[in-house]
């Protein structure tokens, strides 16, 4: 029997070192997380840490939302001595129009399952009845399906069929696109966070119809899950819920789209904190892993834009030869991740100027990246495509998309440890390192021109910090054009960034 990954030492865990570094805000509850707090109260440790988790995450939802403070505060006392049923709220209460919520037929709605089963997707889609935990879900379930107004059905499609992907990109069972839709179906509070979520993105990128999305819609959706999420809180199943999870990785893809950088990295936090209070890790198994492997893929991104660690301390158990093809693509990113971690401005600092340690380091993390590459299977080399005399990167198309974007990562990986290793100079040095900068920058920006997927075309801004050739400046500006145009994200335009840092590059040439 393998033994558990590092995080579950740490299972239940107040955690005050990451708390510490949210402070209070106007709208903190229970800052003290004392277990004899009003509405609070904790009867064991690790009910102890996940309220202070999600306390933390719900007053981040506060805050941002910047509702007004007496609106906040009355759904907070409701949470604090409860007060009214999330399935009975007040009709004019924003967060819980259109929908039903009447108690959930647990016996009914979701068949029961022997908990016997070897199979945890079935054991989420068809949980075991559990008497007292199904009681109070009745609590915040609605036994009807939410009806959704005619103009959601856009928003709600729009999710499932374009937004969904995105957050699946590493998940073989597609948990955004099949399963979640369903269980929003039953729960306000994901269903409000969906409809943010995808508000937001059609407002940045109009459908082809060229209909006006408000920017403001997506905003009071944002608010409307906030009072629903601080009227839930009250009950534990919630707590821990899948659906609550599922909700906060939404949040988090929303803060991502919405372009606000701190609080984005704020809102990662905030999963992070959720996920450990839960013992949630890369091998965790259904939705539970898929939200924890797509909230990596968003902490790498903000990480290496912040010049930070990543937030995850998961030591993997599971070894490559035990992995199928998607397991050994998802773990590209926990590499990256730890090669993020290796070029952060804390690493950097913590050797004190020690060159040796850092290139020390540096060859681990190179040998821990060709030890993952011997291990591919067939299903990562590339497929034939047809060549244009227009391309400028030779194409490369790897399917399914996932397997590309790992090839991707891989590379990614390899060229940002060879920015930031010390050399240890010499001519052959030198030749090696152009030789392999140039290598990776074929195939990072290869496979790009082949998808169509917002992922892979982001990765090439990476790559386009070491390009030189005038040509291939100008078709890496031209993916990211693309990709922003498709997606509306990143907001601020990658490729203006670039065309700063190489006129900045040619100047201090020219100044020699």
Not at 239 to 268: N, Q
């Amino acid at each position: 029997m393998q033994a558990e990954p590092a995080e579950s030492s740490m299972q239940y865990a107040p955690f005050p070192e990451v708390l510490s570094a949210y402070g209070a805000t106007r709208y903190s509850i229970g800052n003290n997380f004392s277990p004899g707090s009003v509405g609070l109260a904790a009867s064991s440790p690790e009910q102890l840490s996940y309220n202070a988790a999600i306390t933390r995450w719900f007053d981040l939802l506060a805050t941002d939302a910047d509702l007004d403070a007496s609106q906040v505060l009355d759904s907070i006392e409701d949470l604090q001595s409860h007060g009214e049923s999330p399935r009975h709220p007040n009709p004019s209460t924003p967060g819980f129009a259109g929908a039903s919520y009447e108690g959930f037929p647990v016996a009914g709605h979701h068949r029961t399952l022997s908990t016997t089963s070897s199979s945890l997707h079935l054991k989420e889609r068809c949980p075991a009845y559990d008497a007292f935990k199904a009681s109070e879900k009745q609590q915040w379930l609605s036994s009807d399906p939410i009806q959704l107004q005619q103009h959601e059905h856009t928003l709600f499609e729009n999710f499932i069929k374009h937004i969904s992907l995105w957050i699946d990109l590493f998940d073989p069972w597609r948990n955004f696109s099949t399963f979640v839709p369903h269980l929003a179906m039953h729960n306000v509070g994901l269903m409000k966070a969906i409809l943010t979520l995808s508000a937001r993105h059609l407002s940045l990128n109009p459908d082809a119809n060229q209909q006006v999305h408000d920017r403001n819609d997506a905003l009071q959706y944002y608010n409307e899950t906030l009072h629903y999420v601080a009227k839930a809180m009250q009950y534990d199943s919630y707590k821990t819920s899948l659906e609550l999870l599922a909700t906060a990785l939404i949040v988090s893809t929303y803060e991502m789209l919405d372009g606000s950088g701190m609080d984005w990295e704020r809102h990662l936090q905030g999963v992070f904190l959720i996920q450990r209070s839960q013992v949630i890790h890369g091998d965790s198994k259904g939705l539970k892993q898929a939200v924890w492997w797509a909230w990596l893929c968003q902490d790498i991104w903000a990480a290496f834009r912040e010049n930070r660690k990543t937030f995850t301390f998961w030591k993997p158990v599971r070894t490559y030869d035990d992995m199928n093809p998607h397991e050994l693509a998802v773990r590209s990113v926990f590499l990256v991740a730890r090669v993020i971690d290796y070029c952060s401005r804390e690493a950097i600092e913590a050797c004190g100027g020690n060159m040796a340690i850092r290139i020390q380091e540096a060859d681990r993390l190179t040998q821990t990246l060709q030890e993952w590459h011997q291990y591919l299977t067939a299903e990562f080399n590339s497929l034939p495509w047809k060549r244009s005399s227009s391309d400028v990167f030779e194409p490369i198309w790897i399917h399914p998309p996932s397997l590309a974007v790992a090839i991707q990562l891989y590379n990614a990986a390899q060229l940002l440890l060879l920015i930031n290793r010390p050399s240890r100079g010499g001519l052959n040095e030198f030749l090696w390192q152009t030789k392999l900068k140039q290598k990776c920058i074929a195939n990072i920006c290869g496979i790009a021109t082949t998808l169509d997927d917002y992922a892979s075309s982001v990765l090439s801004s990476q790559s386009g910090t070491c390009v030189q050739d005038s040509k291939e400046r100008k078709a890496v500006v031209e993916l990211l054009r693309t990709c922003r145009q498709r997606t509306g994200w990143p907001i601020k335009p990658l490729e203006q960034e670039l065309q700063k840092l190489w006129t900045e590059g040619e100047g201090q040439e020219g100044s020699k």
